[in-house]
């Protein structure tokens, strides 16, 4: 054992550790224990070195850190305070060094960042609300800064409806280009599968066309340049998919189950 971080007295003796991620040499993971509510925590393998790294809200209130990502030697994640709601937070692993990074939302209301994702080359992608946009994904171009920064989303869905953007999903084209794929809904062609590449957002495939339903892609898998992927077709049902990025290279690849 570590460390013993709720000894054992009480109705409730475990500290339960819980979203362990490792960021370096560092585990972050989160602890919820009568003093501090549910905060940050991290270890360096030792008693002396896992230590609470920030209440957050302060008091026994809890932050609820989730959706911790390791991203360019950082941890992200979101985590609720009295005066931003749920917002987007980053941390070197010291008390100084944790602080919020994106106010999705400005003021007490809830951006409620989710999904983070960190491509190979440091950038990070996450879906979150915003009041002129609705829930749609984001982009941190440059996640090495502690400071505090202004970016706004990737309104795919315009106006105030949302695109409820799912499954980023760090990818290649053919050409050797990173990209990063994903899932919504552009209120035109139902939930589809999107991708960011070279600096924009574009829709790879529209599997379903004319209704407003969509193929619903899911279980993204990368290989090499090629995404496979779940999707329902039409006369086919939900089927194995493959794509390149493109229209023309979006493909099923086999009819499994024929009726």
Same mark, same amino acid.
């Given at each position: 054992?570590?460390?013993?971080?709720?000894?054992?007295?009480?109705?409730?003796?475990?500290?339960?550790?819980?979203?362990?991620?490792?960021?370096?040499?560092?585990?972050?993971?989160?602890?919820?224990?009568?003093?501090?509510?549910?905060?940050?925590?991290?270890?360096?393998?030792?008693?002396?070195?896992?230590?609470?790294?920030?209440?957050?809200?302060?008091?026994?209130?809890?932050?609820?850190?989730?959706?911790?990502?390791?991203?360019?030697?950082?941890?992200?994640?979101?985590?609720?305070?009295?005066?931003?709601?749920?917002?987007?937070?980053?941390?070197?692993?010291?008390?100084?060094?944790?602080?919020?990074?994106?106010?999705?939302?400005?003021?007490?209301?809830? @951006?409620?960042?989710?999904?983070?994702?960190?491509?190979?080359?440091?950038? &990070? !992608? *996450?879906? /979150?609300?915003? %009041?002129?946009? =609705?829930?749609?994904?984001?982009?941190?171009?440059?996640?090495?800064?502690?400071?505090?920064?202004?970016?706004?989303?990737?309104?795919?869905?315009?106006?105030?409806?949302?695109?409820?953007?799912?499954?980023?999903?760090?990818?290649?084209?053919?050409?050797?280009?990173?990209?990063?794929?994903?899932?919504?809904?552009?209120?035109?062609?139902?939930?589809?599968?999107?991708?960011?590449?070279?600096?924009?957002?574009?829709?790879?495939?529209?599997?379903?066309?004319?209704?407003?339903? @969509?193929?619903?892609?899911?279980?993204?898998?990368?290989?090499?340049?090629? &995404? !496979? *992927?779940? /999707?329902?077709? %039409?006369?086919? =049902?939900?089927?194995?998919?493959?794509?390149?990025?493109?229209?023309?290279?979006?493909?099923?690849?086999?009819?499994?189950?024929?009726?």
């Amino acid at each position: 054992m570590v460390k013993d971080i709720a000894p054992a007295r009480g109705p409730n003796p475990s500290s339960d550790p819980q979203h362990l991620t490792l960021v370096g040499d560092t585990l972050f993971f989160i602890v919820n224990n009568a003093r501090h509510g549910a905060e940050l925590w991290r270890s360096d393998g030792t008693d002396a070195g896992t230590v609470l790294v920030k209440d957050i809200f302060p008091g026994r209130v809890s932050s609820n850190p989730s959706e911790l990502c390791a991203c360019n030697g950082y941890l992200f994640f979101q985590a609720e305070d009295p005066e931003h709601g749920v917002e987007l937070w980053v941390s070197d692993g010291t008390s100084d060094g944790t602080q919020l990074l994106l106010d999705c939302i400005p003021g007490p209301e809830s @951006g409620y960042p989710h999904a983070l994702t960190c491509t190979p080359q440091g950038e &990070l !992608f *996450f879906a /979150a609300g915003h %009041p002129d946009a =609705g829930v749609e994904p984001w982009r941190l171009e440059d996640s090495s800064s502690l400071k505090p920064i202004n970016a706004g989303p990737i309104d795919l869905n315009p106006g105030k409806a949302s695109s409820d953007p799912r499954d980023f999903t760090a990818g290649q084209l053919p050409d050797g280009l990173p990209c990063v794929y994903f899932t919504a809904n552009d209120g035109k062609h139902g939930r589809e599968l999107f991708v960011f590449a070279n600096g924009r957002v574009y829709q790879v495939s529209d599997i379903i066309t004319n209704v407003p339903a @969509g193929s619903e892609p899911s279980n993204l898998t990368p290989s090499g340049s090629t &995404l !496979f *992927f779940n /999707a329902t077709a %039409p006369a086919r =049902g939900a089927e194995l998919f493959k794509t390149q990025g493109t229209p023309e290279a979006t493909t099923i690849v086999k009819d499994i189950r024929r009726e």
